[in-house]
Structure formats: C-alpha cells, structure tokens
Nanobody, 126 residues
C-alpha cells in the first residue's frame, strides 16, 4: 500500500519560512519522480516544483523561483520543499505526488502522477 504523508504546514507571517516534508512508503522511492503542488480556493492545482528520480529539479511556477527549493532524501524516502520569503499569495493546500520515472515534461502534469498525499495547509498572514 503506497502512502504519501505531508507535514510541516502551518500559519506563518509574510516573509517567513516553512519546510514541508513528504514521507513515502510502499514504493521504490528512488525510481519515482516527485512533485509539489498547491491549490488555493477557487484555483486549479498547480505544480510549484518537481524533482526527477535522478535529482533533476524543475521549478515551474515563476512566482516561487528563487524562494522555493525542492530536495529528496532517497535513504529516507522523503521529499522536501523549503519555502522562503513567503507571501499571502502562497497560501494554499500543498500536496506531494509521485510518478514512476517521469520526463521533465511529464513531471509538470497533474495527470501523470499516480500517487498523492492528503495535503497540508499553508497560510501566510500577518
């Protein structure tokens, strides 16, 4: 049984930082591309960053470039998202997802991900 469990969300002031973690089990983690997505109320789910099985990083949302960093620890079967200089526009539910293999193009697509976590809320507010 594959499980993805996000943690690390919460309420933070503008300019603050958070580290999200996504612990996985039940899959051969090193063979999977991993993505972080977010969905704000009334908006579509968007990919904010992804990392391929061989550590290729692909940020997709211009608004997070230079502020977010994705990383993975294959020994812990965990993917991370470090978020800095947070703004209220970053408020959303953040999800991690896994797809086996995955090209740079496929890592951008919600439809290519087979496994999803339950999401963690990030709220940026003063």
């Amino acid at each position: 049984q594959v499980q993805l469990v996000e943690s690390g969300g919460g309420v933070v002031r503008p300019g603050g930082s958070l580290r999200l973690s996504c612990a996985t089990s039940g899959l051969t983690f090193r063979s999977y591309g991993m993505g972080w997505f977010r969905q704000a109320p009334g908006k579509e789910r968007e990919c904010v960053s992804a990392i391929s099985w061989n550590n290729g990083r692909t940020p997709y949302t211009d608004s997070v470039k230079g502020r977010y960093t994705i990383s993975r620890d294959n020994a812990k079967s965990t993917v991370y998202l470090d978020m800095n200089m947070l703004t209220p526009e970053d408020t959303a539910v953040y999800y991690c997802a896994a797809q086996r293999g995955g090209t740079d193009y496929e890592l951008r697509l919600v439809s290519q991900y087979r496994y999803w976590g339950q999401g963690t809320q990030v709220t940026v507010s003063s």
